[in-house]
């Protein structure tokens, strides 16, 4: 299967810990793309990436969001000092150019 | 800023009828794309049907068809024959400089 994959699909962790998920993007895809998304909510734009120039952030993004993808391949999005709002669906998406996005499954992270 | 806005919360249909999803959208652009994505409860988004704004023609995708209103800036979603397999969330979304804005989701049941 070349779809697009999230790791991990599940993380719980204590408030104030650092969490890392990881992307992998359709191979060929130039655009890579990472959302949130709460019970009942449509997703929310957090950033994306051209290659490995990252292109745009929301003010969703605090500064305890950092997000990589250092050789236009595989992403990364890292929270800081996790806090219980910050538990959501991590939803990372990928496309070529313009083109319809592609989702990977989501990372589901709790928070307690 | 551009916002979509879908108003039903949660929709029902019978299997084998024709269900209808509605969305609107507000955007000061003329050129743009929009989406329908569809989330089951596995919660992986998948693509169900895309529309080019500068195309008159409505998009259909077998028993998906949609209903384009430039003017009146709506965007609506016709599902026929409804199978179980059509049961999920369906999101609306435009396309804004490449990342998705997405409505807040109508929760479609299937009745057997």
């Known amino acids: 299967d070349t779809g697009v994959s999230q790791d991990p699909r599940h993380k719980i962790t204590k408030r104030g810990q650092n969490v890392t998920f990881r992307c992998d993007p359709i191979s060929e895809h130039n655009r890579l793309y990472w959302y949130r998304q709460t019970l009942g909510q449509g997703p929310e734009f957090l950033t994306y990436?051209?290659?490995?120039?990252?292109?745009?952030k929301s003010r969703l993004l605090s500064d305890r969001f950092s997000a990589e993808r250092p050789k236009g391949s595989f992403s990364t999005l890292e929270i800081q000092r996790t806090e219980q709002g910050d538990s959501a669906m991590y939803l990372c998406?990928?496309?070529?150019?313009?083109?319809?996005?592609?989702f990977g499954p989501g990372t589901r992270l709790t928070v307690l | 800023a551009q916002t979509v806005t879908q108003s039903q919360p949660e929709m029902s249909v019978q299997e084998a009828e024709t269900v209808t999803l509605s969305c609107t959208y507000d955007?000061?652009?003329?050129?743009?794309?929009l989406f329908w994505y569809k989330q089951p409860p596995s919660r992986q988004m998948i693509l169900v049907i895309r529309?080019?704004?500068?195309?008159?023609q409505n998009a259909t995708e077998n028993r998906f068809s949609v209903n384009f209103q430039k003017a009146a800036k709506s965007f609506s979603l016709k599902i026929s024959d409804s199978q179980l397999g059509d049961a999920a969330m369906y999101f609306c979304?435009?396309?804004?400089?490449?990342?998705?804005?997405f409505g807040q989701g109508t929760e479609l049941s299937v009745k057997p």
């Open positions: 990436f051209q290659n490995e120039a990252q292109l745009e």
């Open positions: 998406a990928s496309s070529l150019q313009y083109n319809e996005q592609f």
């Open positions: 979304a435009y396309n804004q400089g490449g990342k998705l804005i």
């Open positions: 529309q080019e704004a500068y195309k008159q």
């Open positions: 955007t000061s652009e003329s050129d743009y794309y």
